[in-house]
């Protein structure tokens, strides 16, 4: 099974930046799509942003945090990377990577039904 371990997280002040990052044991990391997602106090889990395989050629992003996100990924490392600008009190969530199950899809999902494994999350939370 993967292992995904998420890092980055913590208290920020509305307009400001935290990178996040995700760590996978997966040993063709290069060969998946990743994802993040976020899931507030009371809410459904939702899509934040997406990466292709191999290069990441290409990305999706939540209407929510276009502009101000940026996926991106290291597979010498196997890790995926949030960098978040611009934070807003919205913004506050448990996030989540997550690994495609399928290797070499095009293009990278965006529904959590189509990632296998998850990490445990971390806390962002944004003071106004």
């Known amino acids: 099974q993967v292992q995904l371990v998420e890092s980055g997280g913590g208290l920020v002040q509305a307009g400001g930046s935290l990178r996040l990052s995700c760590e996978s044991s997966?040993?063709?990391?290069?060969?998946?799509?990743m994802g993040w997602f976020r899931q507030a106090p009371g809410k459904e889990r939702d899509f934040v942003a997406a990466?292709?395989?191999?290069?990441?050629?290409?990305?999706h992003y939540a209407d929510s945090v276009k502009g101000r996100f940026t996926i991106s990924r290291d597979n010498v490392k196997k890790t995926v990377y949030l960098q978040m600008d611009a934070l807003k009190s919205e913004d506050t969530a448990v996030y989540y990577c997550?690994?495609?199950?399928?290797?070499?899809?095009?293009?990278?999902?965006?529904?959590?039904?189509?990632?296998?494994?998850w990490g445990k999350g971390t806390q962002v939370t944004v003071s106004s």
């Open positions: 997966q040993g063709t990391f290069a060969n998946y799509a």
């Open positions: 990466i292709s395989w191999n290069s990441g050629t290409t990305t």
């Open positions: 997550a690994a495609d199950g399928t290797p070499w899809r095009m293009p990278p999902p965006t529904t959590p039904r189509f990632f296998s494994d």
